[in-house]
């Protein structure tokens, strides 16, 4: 069966995402993400929880990496998911 869901700005199945920052230390920062898509032709919407440290090293930096894992790095990203 196949349903038809109509031209949307989103990634179906949701992907995670992983989003890689810098520390005040240079030292880096990766967090797993669960939610995001596309909202324009130069844009993404990343949906963070202020509390989280990437968020505070996205403000402080105002630059971000933002990667979609494959199935190869399954296993690694599944520790960033958790750490």
Known sequence: MTKDFGVKPYLFPMPA????TYNEDDTVDVMMMAWGG???ED???LNLEAK????AN???RRAFTLAIPGVDTMKESDFLGLV
């Open 58 to 60: 996205i403000e402080a």
């Open 38 to 40: 596309i909202c324009a």
């Open 43 to 45: 844009m993404v919407a």
């Open 52 to 55: 989280h440290k990437t968020v």
């Open 17 to 20: 995402y992983m989003i890689g």
